[in-house]
T-cell receptor, first 114, second 113 residues
Framework: DVKVTQSSRYLVKRTGEKVFLECVQD?????MFWYRQDPGLGLRLIYF???????EKGDIPEGYSVSREKKERFSLILESASTNQTSMYLC?????????????FGEGSWLTVV | QKEVEQNSGPLSVPEGAIASLNCTYS??????FFWYRQYSGKSPELIMS????GDKEDGRFTAQLNKASQYVSLLIRDSQPSDSATYLC?????????????FGQGTTLQVKP
């Protein structure tokens, strides 16, 4: 079974803090993703990585950065957390193919910024 | 126009009925289509994928794809209360092979005992 692990499930951070969300996948997938999900707004892509050290902005990259130093690990960084970044964050991975691209999600990280 | 559209619902069906969930997409070149189920407070999990026009069946679930109409649907037969969840439609755009999927906002299904 594909396993995508998000180490922090529930976090409470103060405004202005630097926040790291870590994600590890064990299926040797090339692609990794960070989404946030908010009621009424659906899943929104923050950043996408298709290879080690490679990244691409998604739909809402402002206020976020990412790091992918190893193939299995993809980190999301909130440089200075703000209350509007309170959300559920989902990490995902997939292996590229012409048709497939099934995306597998981690369990999610619930972040509250106070 | 949103790229992937779903009726947000809630769609309410009685236990044992057929639930029909619909999704339309705007990119005519799209090739791959996915249905995910998401329980409240949980992450999405893949139910089915479909790539060719027609029907694809897996147990109580049937995915239907009509590329000419840019329409994909999910039928759930003999609906159970445990099927109550939000169902997300996802589409792989036709251009490139970046691995990104475009998700609809999801349809909430309620199966009443």
């Amino acid at each position: 079974d594909v396993k995508v692990t998000q180490s922090s499930r529930y976090l409470v951070k103060r405004t202005g803090e630097k926040v790291f969300l870590e994600c590890v996948q064990d299926m040797d997938h090339e692609n990794m993703f960070w989404y946030r999900q908010d009621p009424g707004l659906g899943l929104r892509l923050i950043y996408f990585s298709y290879d080690v050290k490679m990244k691409e902005k998604g739909d809402i990259p402002e206020g976020y950065s990412v790091s992918r130093e190893k193939k299995e690990r993809f980190s999301l960084i909130l440089e200075s957390a703000s209350t509007n970044q309170t959300s559920m964050y989902l990490c995902a991975s997939s292996s590229p193919s012409r048709l497939g691209n099934t995306i597998y999600f981690g369990e999610g990280s619930w972040l509250t910024v106070v | 126009q949103k790229e992937v559209e779903q009726n947000s619902g809630p769609l309410s069906v009685p236990e044992g009925a057929i639930a029909s969930l619909n999704c339309t997409y705007s990119d005519r070149g799209s090739q791959s289509f996915f249905w995910y189920r998401q329980y409240s407070g949980k992450s999405p999990e893949l139910i089915m994928s479909i790539y060719s026009n027609g029907d694809k069946e897996d147990g109580r679930f049937t995915a239907q794809l009509n590329k000419a109409s840019q329409y994909v649907s999910l039928l759930i037969r003999d609906s159970q209360p445990s099927d109550s969840a939000t169902y997300l439609c996802a589409v792989k755009p036709g251009a490139g092979n970046t691995g990104k999927l475009i998700f609809g906002q999801g349809t909430t299904l309620q199966v009443k005992p």
